[in-house]
């Protein structure tokens, strides 16, 4: 901008020694460039700034009236960089320090017009120079009002509009309170296509029908139906039939002939009602009546105004449950791998046991007793280890209780089938973690105790658990086997405490233990009081 009006000046003025004027306002404005955020420095730099801009205004127009230029009209040649300062107090939004400053501009451009004196009398009487200092001034307060109303708009906008992870809270709390307001407090697709059924058939005959949703790859699957007998439906969505036309157009549609791919015959009236939320088809309603022309236009009308709010009830069961599993398919993949290297291949011993007995069974008979003795035995095993399982499935951290006492719970139970004798230390603050990361923390701790019992080979067993939020620490060691000897299918239980770890931002730490045995240690944040310990000179004994 100074570039600017430095070339407008010599143009209007034809006279170098004017550009004075341009460096005094850089020298002006340097101060609030080289210290924008100071609360004096940057304010006073402007106010010099619209200082020396109206006194450059005056003395250039008057050079130029005198060169020949029309009347005053050469202020314009400086007063552009009036949107220098405004713009910066507009960008920091400051509009009151904007319009403070178009004020003592106009007040300067007033007193050096009044002052400065041209052929004819005063630079103020000419009319040129009024309405070119009038007509930036008037720019500059648009420019300033514009800027300050944008900015209220934004605002009311940025307070309508919540940022994504309060959107998620807010949308994950209706969904829990509108689950448990809904008629039997559940959101299952089934049962909401069941009762659409129901409420259908209060309005319209039908002998049969069914809802059906989208399963991917162009098919569709049926989630409810009724009738007297099952039907076989027509679910492919790239056939020549009414359901692939309502579900292509969104529109409902009735026919002459049975959706059936069994059906025997006779006559029949169909009519498909695509259920329609929002722009997206998420599944038809079909019903069918053995009668010609059952469905009249006043009944398709009757079934669409049930269909409609039926479509948002669905669309929200159907992500409802897909949230549902994709939150139980990381616990379903452990079971599955538990089960697999578990009670699976103990089964498969218990199978081959069995096999054993039945070709000793005629020959040697007390080879076979001492067989099925041994096939007991294992089944007992085999019992208690599902027992196990299921009660590490219903192991939760209680709100009273607390995390240790959890954690004190399992290693008794699970160290006194196995055998171990467990020493427990439990150091835990009135203070609790959040419940999803004493939920990971219990789960991190049964994987360890669980890992010792099958796969050490231990007698006892020291569980550690110190809780001062936001710090904890559980430690399991065992005097057992140790790392290198165990088996490999231990080694998933490990992966999944890694994982358990890392989404709680803790660290995982499993180390031999002298001299014998393995310790699996998870730690997260840092312990405050241990540091407060360290850093002071306790007294002898304590």
């Known amino acids: 901008m100074l570039a ?43 106010v010099a700034e619209v200082v020396v801009l109206g006194l450059a205004a005056s003395q250039v127009a008057a050079e130029a009236s005198i060169g020949g230029t029309v009347d005053g009209l050469g202020a314009s040649a400086v007063l552009p960089y009036l949107a220098v300062p405004v713009t910066v107090t507009a960008l920091r939004r400051r509009f009151a320090e904007g319009a403070a400053l178009l004020v003592v501009t106009a007040v300067t451009l007033l007193v050096s017009g009044a002052s400065t004196q041209v052929e004819g009398g005063a ?87 069914a809802v059906l949703s989208a399963s991917g790859g162009g098919r569709l699957v049926v989630l409810a ?28 549609t009735t026919a002459a002939r049975s959706q059936s791919r069994s059906h025997r015959g006779g ?14 088809t998420v599944g038809l309603v079909v019903l069918e009546a053995d009668a010609t022309h059952a469905y009249p236009p006043p009944v398709v009308a009757r079934v669409t105004g049930l ?65 099925l003795r041994t096939l007991r035995g294992e089944v007992t095993r085999v019992i208690q280890e599902l027992r196990l399982s299921l009660f590490e499935l219903r192991s939760e951290v209680d709100r009273q209780g607390g995390l240790a006492a959890a954690i004190a719970e399992y290693a008794r139970t699970v160290g006194a089938s196995g055998g171990l004798r467990v020493h427990l230390s439990l150091d835990e603050s009135t203070a609790r973690l959040p419940a999803a990361t004493e939920a990971e923390l219990l789960r991190i701790a049964q994987e ?81 009081r241990r540091d407060n310990v360290r850093g002071s000179a306790a007294p002898e004994g304590e």
Not at 269 to 276: H, T
Not at 319 to 343: C, K, P
Not at 464 to 490: F, H, K, L, N
Request: net charge negative.
């Open 267 to 280: 006559e029949v009236s169909a009519l498909i009602v695509p259920l329609v939320a929002g722009v997206r």
């Open 123 to 209: 630079q103020l009487a000419q009319p040129g120079y009024l309405a070119v200092c009038a007509q930036w001034l008037i720019l500059a307060a648009l420019g300033l009002y514009a800027a300050g109303t944008l900015h209220q708009v934004m605002a009311v906008r940025g307070e309508g509009k919540p940022q994504p992870y309060a959107e998620a809270t807010r949308l994950l709390t209706q969904l829990r309170t509108v689950a448990r307001q809904l008629p039997g407090a559940t959101l299952d697709p089934g049962g909401i296509s069941e009762h659409l059924l129901e409420e259908l058939r209060t309005v319209a005959r039908a002998d049969r029908g």
């Open 307 to 371: 269909t409609r709010p039926a479509a948002l009830r669905l669309e929200a069961a159907l992500l409802f449950d897909e949230v549902r599993s994709l939150a139980t398919n990381e616990e379903r993949q452990r079971l599955a791998r538990e089960i697999h290297d578990g009670v699976a291949q103990e089964l498969v011993m218990v199978g081959y046991g069995i096999d054993n007995a039945l070709a000793t069974v005629f020959d040697d008979a007390d080879e076979t007793a001492e067989a």
């Open 448 to 528: 360890a105790v669980t890992n010792a019992r099958k796969h050490a080979g231990a007698s006892n067993l020291w569980v550690t658990c110190e809780v001062d939020p936001p710090y904890a620490q559980i430690e399991v060691s065992d005097d057992g086997q140790g790392m290198a000897d165990q088996r490999p299918d231990g080694r998933y239980g490990l992966a999944i405490m890694a994982e358990r770890a890392e989404r709680i931002r803790g660290r995982l730490e499993i180390r031999p233990r002298q001299p014998s045995g393995t310790t699996v240690a998870v730690v997260l944040g840092t312990s405050a």
């Open 4 to 46: 600017l009006i430095a070339i407008l000046t010599l143009f209007a003025t034809r006279d170098v020694t004017q550009l004075w004027w341009i460096a005094l306002l850089a020298v002006a404005g340097l101060p609030s460039l080289l210290a924008p955020q100071h609360r004096l420095v940057g304010p006073l730099s402007r």
């Open 225 to 252: 139906q009724a009738g007297v007998d099952r039907v076989d439906w027509e679910t492919t969505l790239d056939a020549d039939s009414a359901i692939a036309d309502a579900w292509a157009t969104q529109q409902a």
